[in-house]
DNA sequence: TCAAAAGTGTTAACCATACACCCATGC
DNA sequence: GCATGGGTGTATGGTTAACACTTTTGA
């Protein structure tokens, strides 16, 4: 089966920085390439847009097939589209960002049987394409949006602590917070509901859960409220 | 002659959303369909990406072939994927929004018989295809742009005064400014230089020239400087 | 002399920053 | 009892916001 066309036309495809976050790290999944070019390295998920299915349907079928994963922030990024960034043919990429609760989906270290796995952003792998390229974008546009849209949140889990929230703004922003300005500022959002639950076994003060009030959030945005850390 | 794949490949366009101002609006820049489908109508200029051009190449080609600019401040925007929203086939199509200095620029008024125009954003025709979206999506971004990145002066001749400064943030973000505290803070990020030079001929006091200083703000942007009006 | 826009300074309220100590818990 | 992170308040300086009058020019 072949398809015909009067000019010439580019592949699309959809490609996903997903990241995610743990106690220490930001972390990026990537997947090895089951296929030349590139076979047996490490690349981004994604693939092949379908003619009946939307972009943002595409990564999501993509994400699925390949890792797994459902719940996740989704946002487009940016799309490449250099003529030589693939070497068979032109490859128009259209890139997505996503941030994913880690504690939901498996922590499979990478090794040479793995298919998937999160890599530390600090220390990732070669990578396939000009992928290297487009998980800077990612990382720039994380870091940029943490400062003004609560996104942060999508990469904890439902329940958090302040101390975890603090981590995380630390790790993407590459800089110290100072402690009682971070609270303040946060709490003063009252984008966060203090829940009756605190730490267990822990080797000092247990520190009290929070969840994000999205609900809130939306209310408070549509009458001109901007998050701003 | 023809193209043949392997696989189902879409069609990948271009299309700008096209922003100038003058001393009273924002405006709009559309071009006049000379083909099917929408054949007549208004729509944002734009064409098929080629193989061995880029995207930002692309839009540029079509830009000039369709208008005439070469001068402007071109950003990816967004990309539009929806199967059905060209009627032939799947296109897939890159928007770019840009800034141009008007006064570059021949204003034509639209009629029957022109086929580009600079229409206010206020009064925009009906336009083809999902058009109206990628007008909606770049006048969103404009908007969010303005306030942190010293975009409004693309849209402004070289010398401007500080009235015509003012009078372009107003109209963009849609809401009244004080005089002093605005002048106090543009000038505040000595980004301004002024011009030993003054309007002539106008019915009130004659207001100071000012240009901007590009290489200032690259040099405060590499130091870790913040536009934020 | 009037209309129209240019140009200018001060005050008060608010917000951001810097900073140090006590608390609860497990080992 | 000590190490670990949780939790809290205040003072200072800087920034923003609100506000009114004088200047210059052409008609």
Redo the contacts between chains.
């Keep these: 089966?072949?398809?015909?066309?009067?000019?010439?036309?580019?592949?699309?495809t959809v490609d996903a920085v997903v990241f995610g976050f743990d106690e220490a790290d930001l972390k990026l999944l990537l997947v090895r390439r089951r296929i030349d070019p590139f076979k047996g390295e490490w690349a981004l998920p994604g693939g092949?847009?379908?003619?009946?299915?939307?972009?943002e349907e595409a990564i999501r079928r993509e994400l699925l097939e390949e890792t797994g994963i459902t719940e996740l922030y989704l946002e487009?990024l940016?799309?490449f589209?250099?003529?030589d960034r693939d070497p068979r043919e032109?490859v128009?990429s259209?890139a997505y960002y996503a941030l994913v609760n880690l504690s939901l989906y498996p922590v499979a270290a990478a090794s040479d049987a793995t298919e998937v796995a999160w890599f530390p952003v600090a220390e990732l792998p070669e990578v396939a394409f000009d992928h290297e390229r487009i998980v800077e974008t990612g990382l720039a546009r994380l870091k940029a949006k943490v400062r003004y849209e609560p996104i942060g949140f999508e990469l904890l889990p439902r329940k958090f602590t302040l101390g975890d929230l603090q981590r995380l703004y630390e790790t993407v922003l590459e800089q110290p917070l100072d402690k009682r300005n971070f609270r303040k500022k946060i709490l003063g959002t009252n984008l966060l509901q203090a829940l009756k639950e605190y730490q267990q076994d822990v080797a000092h003060r247990a520190a009290q859960y929070y969840q994000f009030n999205r609900e809130r959030y939306e209310q408070l945005r549509k009458r001109g409220f901007n998050f701003e850390l």
């Excluded at 092949?48 to 972009?55: A, I, K, Q, S």
């Design positions: 089966m072949s398809y015909t066309y009067k000019y010439p036309h580019p592949a699309v092949f847009v379908r003619l009946n299915e939307n972009l487009q940016y799309t589209g250099e003529p032109r128009i259209v």
